[in-house]
């Protein structure tokens, strides 16, 4: 019943949600060097919660350092990963030092600077992100992504479906390691998602006044069902 409400929900047409875009500014007001970064490296964001980056998954970050040399993973407040991260790099006898940058937590007129700075978001498998999904097209970056059984692993696949992006919406681990590495080996790719995100930027409004209404009137409903839902079941 959970998943009948959801489905019938009027929100399938949309996100969901009322997304107002971030304002970025124009010059950015800090550079690569700022973090520790340098303009020849291929720089890969990875700033979701430390508990979203599952440890089977490790094995993917290795081996896109190891095809791409240049590779720069930018991790926010993660420095409780990278002793189990350095076990997956030393494996393929890399040092995560050469391939790592964990950074504190940024102010949100830092944060979206810096993403606008990186060349590719990597989406959390299993659990994926929402927001930051959005907040990384919207700084022009493409995001890889690959979709689990559960919706919570499905959020940035399900936002770049519905928004016509699917260019990295990966269907097993191979692909989206392949994904990963052909964009840090083709600059050229990269430039040619970055026009398909640019369309999206002028032909999409998430902000719009339908977006808000299906927003403002879908969530009552949700819960209602869900309530009613829960109760059926107990």
């Known amino acids: 019943r959970l998943q009948e409400a959801i489905d019938a929900s009027p929100t399938t047409a949309h996100l969901g949600i009322a997304y107002p875009p971030p304002q970025i500014p124009n010059p950015l007001p800090k550079s690569r060097a700022d973090f ?77 600077p810096l993403h606008s700075l990186e060349d590719v978001y990597l989406a959390t498998i299993g659990f994926t992100g929402g927001n930051m999904t959005l907040d990384a097209l919207a700084c022009g970056l493409p995001v890889v992504t690959l979709p689990t059984e559960q919706m919570r692993g499905r959020l940035s696949w399900a936002m770049l479906q519905r928004l016509g992006i699917p260019a990295t919406l990966a269907q097993t681990e191979q692909q989206y390691l392949d994904l990963a590495i052909q964009l840090g080996q083709d600059r050229s790719l990269t430039q040619d998602l970055l026009r398909s995100i640019e369309r999206w930027q002028r032909h999409v409004d998430l902000n719009s006044p339908t977006c808000r209404w299906h927003h403002q009137t879908a969530a009552p409903t949700i819960a209602g069902e869900v309530q009613q839902a829960v109760a059926d079941d107990a």
Do not use: H, M, T
């Open 36 to 112: 520790g970064l340098s303009d020849s490296d291929r720089v890969y964001l990875c700033c979701q919660a430390p508990f979203k980056y599952l440890p089977q998954y490790d094995y993917l970050l290795a081996e896109i350092a190891q095809a791409v040399p240049q590779a720069q993973f930018v991790f926010i407040r993660a420095d409780g990963l990278k002793p189990r991260l350095s076990r997956a790099f030393s494996a393929l006898n890399l040092n995560i030092d050469d391939y790592c940058r964990f950074l504190p937590v940024q102010p949100r007129l830092d944060n979206l």
